[in-house]
């Protein structure tokens, strides 16, 4: 049905007996039609709430529903949100970025290769979230109380 090429912005039409629905479709991300513009376009990858919102304020186009906009709307977003890096190019440009980091072997680099918090978070009790889960230690006791 649709081609699985890096287009960061189409839009296509779909009949269901005989009520058309518009589907909005930016970054390989369907943007949800029941939501208002500003929420819908935060489901894309690289556009957060401040960036929705800059959009918006951009083109003057007042926060409403995504099936109320009109094509020319849609064509002025296209060229909006086309300005930014998003989606599977964004992904890919951070993944590079990263394993350059790697392959340098700087501070960062060596701390994302092993998995731990490189911006200088603490690591003795906290970075459960980049760590992993706690792995007991066999023949290690713990301290009676």
């Given amino acids: 049905m649709f081609s699985y090429c890096f287009i960061a912005f189409w839009c ?4 269901f007996r005989g009520l058309r629905v ?3 479709r930016v970054g390989n991300t369907e943007i949800r039609n029941d939501k208002k513009l500003e929420i819908s376009l935060q489901h894309v990858y690289g556009i957060g709430r401040s960036r929705a919102h800059q959009i918006l304020c951009d083109l003057s186009i007042g926060n409403k529903l995504t099936k109320d906009l009109t094509g020319v709307e849609l064509n002025t977003h296209r060229e909006e949100v086309s300005r930014y890096m998003t989606g599977e190019d964004l992904r890919r440009c951070i993944k590079h ?7 340098i072997q700087c501070y960062r680099g060596i701390r994302n290769s092993v998995g731990l918090p490189c911006r200088g ?3 003795s009790t906290n970075a459960r979230t980049r760590k992993g889960k706690r792995v007991a230690i066999p023949g290690k006791k713990k301290p009676s109380r």
């Fill in 12 to 15: 296509h039409y779909l009949q």
């Fill in 22 to 24: 518009q589907c909005l």
């Fill in 97 to 103: 970025d990263i394993g350059r980091l790697v392959d």
């Fill in 121 to 123: 978070q603490r690591t």
